[in-house]
């Protein structure tokens, strides 16, 4: 028997929770880089002895270099989207953890955590809970439930968690931590990740295997296509004639942009983006169609709808990619589906391919090789690609019978978005969440760079855009960051200004005024609603909510919270502030460009369309004319269910089989 002991190490929980974090690092194709770039966090009771004191004895043990630096935010909401869209842009190579006090400070964080999870991106979430011990229950902030004792608010993480652990005794916690990393660092199951904290355990000692914080190395995998997969993938690619690639947010998580460059200009096969993986080609390359769905160019849905055969690389095959399952109309169109995640692969009865994107095309090109789309399809590409081009140039420089009929000092929507993506540099990054913006910069903006292009569309979360604004620019100093952003998204989340202010974080925020919420206001008018509740107007004598508009100077507020502000009146004063804010000192915090828009003032059609059902019966003659529109709509939807063909695998006696 050995009666060699383990060493060990005198810890808190919380203390060994953050030296932990502090010795993770992810590593691949080779490259090694530490995990957690750090801990975004707002303290109370809940956590300020536990996670606050193990962050503050780190730094100091550091001599102020911690190799976990603390970050605090103003909102729990917002310091998970500013880690989610700091991970996106590390390609999910990297995260941050995020540490909330009891009861709203955590469940603060509920929205964060459902959009890290939707759009795929890890996040560890460190919410506190109420004592496991029980000795003062109930305490301040507790649900009490009188069927069970064991249910606290932060069980609502449960289903938004793609992994969910609480530690009611310091012995639980190593098992939590492993459990927690494997999860972060899988391509196919990443999200957020919650490990739920008693403030009684953060504070408890115990004694830990030192062997818990040695440095570990977690391995992202490239997982490779299976050669009877591609295979099959391929013999349905040569029967089309009219081939279709859909890029995913996929093919940047896995680096495949060179790899889908090559297809694309070995096979003639055009590409179409979905938000998530716009920026996969360069604007102009010749194969590259634009946005594809509801919110796509009149080029790729017109490829789309005669599409004989689609392969999606990366894609969740979202309702707005599909166009809620009317954007292709082939009788027998099929589906080829890479994912490195399964379930996504299987998606539209389509043949999975269960694979890295990198890797599985390069495969599939090479079984082949020497096949090309016929020529006519090319020309027919060319031309669909040349008249979009000359529709979007027209909505950035609109004419006079267009401008004409703006008031003073307005600007329409699409100029400014055109301003913007002329005005900044090719790396610049733009960025956005809610609101009409996504689907306008998603058909018109012109990328010109992998990672120049960041529109959350999973979860499309009012107020993502200046907390994430900051995570990217964290993530890459060297891109200035374009947060474009409606006056509904800002008020919903103005407080992070005031963090970028403290970090001295250079973002560059376009607030675009148009008083009141763009897009739903379209939406309802197109659903017969006649834009009912969407404007910001003091409530008439009637009892409605259309008398003039509100006083609210969003450009006094953004100034209240420290950051530079620039206000424009015509698109010259815009371009003139673009050149402020670009020169603006890297280190001299938050600029803010306010400019107004009319919102009656649409971006071009994508003729496409998108499933929000309209009322069936109704008095008013708007929402009948809508109706009617809407049921004309669902006659062109389709399930999708066709069978995917078999894959041929080589001639073999199987156990069980029948033998003569």
């Keep these: 028997m050995s009666t060699e002991q383990t060493a060990t190490v005198r810890l808190t929980v919380a203390q060994a929770t953050t030296r932990f974090l502090a010795a993770q690092w992810s590593e691949r194709d080779g490259v090694r880089r530490r995990f957690f770039a750090g801990v975004f966090g707002i303290f109370g009771h809940g956590n300020v002895a536990g996670i606050g004191q193990a962050l503050l004895q780190m730094e100091q043990d550091s001599g102020g270099g911690s190799p976990l630096p603390y970050i605090l935010a103003r909102n729990e909401q917002a310091m998970v989207h500013t880690s989610v869209a700091y991970a996106r842009q590390q390609d999910r190579l990297e995260a941050w953890a995020c540490t909330a006090s009891i009861g709203p400070g955590s469940t603060n964080m509920l929205t964060g955590a459902a959009l890290a999870t939707i759009n795929r991106i890890p996040v560890l979430l460190l919410p506190s809970d109420t004592f496991a011990t029980r000795v003062g229950a109930p305490v301040l902030q507790e649900l009490e439930l009188p069927h069970a004792a064991d249910i606290s608010v932060n069980d609502a993480f449960r289903p938004l968690s793609r992994f969910f652990d609480r530690i009611t005794r310091p012995e639980q916690l190593p098992s939590a931590l492993l459990g927690a990393m494997r999860v972060l660092t899988d391509p196919a199951e990443t999200g957020a990740v919650t490990i739920a904290l008693p403030q009684d355990v953060q504070a408890e000692a115990h004694d830990w295997p030192a062997e818990l914080f040695a440095q570990r190395t977690w391995h992202i995998a490239r997982p490779p296509a299976e050669t009877a997969r591609i295979a099959a993938a391929a013999e349905v690619l040569r029967t089309a004639r009219r081939p279709l690639i859909v890029a995913g947010g996929g093919v940047h998580y896995s680096g495949a942009e060179e790899s889908l460059r090559a297809f694309a200009e070995a096979t003639g096969i055009p590409v179409g983006e979905t938000q998530a993986g716009k920026g996969s080609l360069p604007h102009g390359h010749p194969r590259l169609m634009g946005a594809v769905g509801s919110t796509g160019t009149t080029a790729a849905n017109a490829l789309a709808r005669d599409a004989d055969v689609v392969i999606g690389v990366g894609t969740r095959w979202s309702d707005f990619t599909t166009a809620s399952r009317t954007a292709f109309q082939h009788p027998g169109v099929r589906f080829v589906n890479i994912n490195v995640a399964a379930f996504d692969a299987g998606k539209q009865a389509g043949l999975s391919v269960v694979a890295d994107g990198r890797e599985a095309l390069t495969a599939l090109a090479a079984a082949i090789e020497g096949h090309r789309v016929p020529g006519s399809y090319e020309q027919e590409q060319a031309a669909l690609r040349t008249s979009w081009d000359a529709t979007v140039e027209a909505a950035y420089h609109p004419d006079e019978a267009v401008t004409s009929r703006l008031a003073p000092g307005v600007l329409t929507q699409s100029t400014v978005l055109g301003c913007v993506n002329e005005h900044s540099d090719p790396r610049d990054v733009v960025l956005c969440a809610a609101g009409s913006m996504p689907g306008d910069l998603h058909k018109l903006w012109r990328v010109r760079d992998r990672k120049a292009y960041h529109v959350e569309y999973g979860y499309s979360c009012m107020g993502y855009e200046i907390p994430a604004a900051i995570g990217v620019r964290l993530a ?62 003091y409530r008439s004598a009637d009892g409605r909510l259309d008398g003039p508009r509100l006083p609210t100077d969003l450009a006094a507020n953004a100034r209240s919270l420290g950051a530079h502000v620039i206000e424009v009146h015509s698109r010259s004063g815009l371009e003139a502030a673009i050149a402020e804010a670009k020169a603006w000192p890297a280190d001299g915090g938050p600029v803010v460009i306010h400019v107004e828009t009319d919102p009656l003032v649409s971006a071009p059609d994508s003729d496409s369309w998108w499933d929000v059902p309209v009322s069936a019966v109704s008095t008013l003659d708007s929402t009948r004319a809508a109706h009617q529109d809407y049921v004309r709509h669902k006659e062109t939807q389709r399930p999708l269910l066709t069978p995917a063909p078999p894959t041929q695998e080589p001639d073999r006696t199987t156990e069980g089989a029948s033998r003569e």
């Excluded at 200035?480 to 008020?491: E, I, Q």
């Excluded at 148009?514 to 006649?530: T, V, W, Y």
């Design 476 to 537: 890459d100093s060297t891109r200035d960051v374009f947060a474009m952003v409606g006056d509904g998204g800002y008020l919903m989340m103005p407080t992070e200004l005031a963090t970028a202010v403290q970090e001295r974080v250079k973002v560059i925020v376009v607030l675009v005024q148009n008083n009141g919420f763009h897009s739903i206001g379209s939406l309802s008018e197109s659903l017969g609603s006649q834009r009912f509740g969407t404007q910001y107007r």
